[in-house]
């Protein structure tokens, strides 16, 4: 079994920063592509960035690309999302998830078919 726990969320004015963690536990090896997925009220839970831990390929929805980074610290079993440059559509549920691969890839890392744990998220407000 894999336990994910998100922190990091709060309110913030347009273009400020937050960084969200996800604290993992559990047996590593069904965990090693680790992802965000963001969900706004309303709308269908999508993902945000991925990353597939050891060789630290990343991926990034086209709408966050250069503004979101996700990184990992394996000491710590923590996932994080530094969140730049924030905007109001950025308001959402933000979820940590849990999968494996064994093909050497986390494509398609976006989707949530690819991941089979999750947290229970933590909420994004960005408004002025």
């Known amino acids: 079994q894999v336990e994910l726990v998100e922190s990091g969320g709060g309110s913030v004015q347009p273009g400020g920063s937050l960084r969200l963690s996800c604290a993992a536990s559990?047996?590593?090896?069904?965990?090693?592509?680790m992802g965000w997925f963001s969900q706004a009220p309303g709308k269908e839970r999508e993902g945000v960035a991925a990353?597939?831990?050891?060789?630290?390929?990343?991926y990034y929805a086209d709408s966050v690309k250069g503004r979101f980074t996700i990184s990992q610290d394996n000491a710590k079993n923590t996932v994080y999302l530094e969140m730049n440059n924030l905007k109001p559509e950025d308001t959402a549920m933000y979820y940590c998830?849990?999968?494996?691969?064994?093909?050497?890839?986390?494509?398609?890392?976006?989707?949530?078919?690819?991941?089979?744990?999750w947290g229970k998220g933590t909420e994004v407000t960005v408004s002025s």
């Open positions: 998830a849990a999968g494996t691969t064994s093909s050497g890839s986390c494509y398609p890392a976006l989707t949530r078919s690819r991941y089979n744990y």
């Open positions: 559990g047996r590593s090896y069904r965990r090693n592509c």
């Open positions: 990353m597939y831990l050891g060789p630290g390929s990343t």
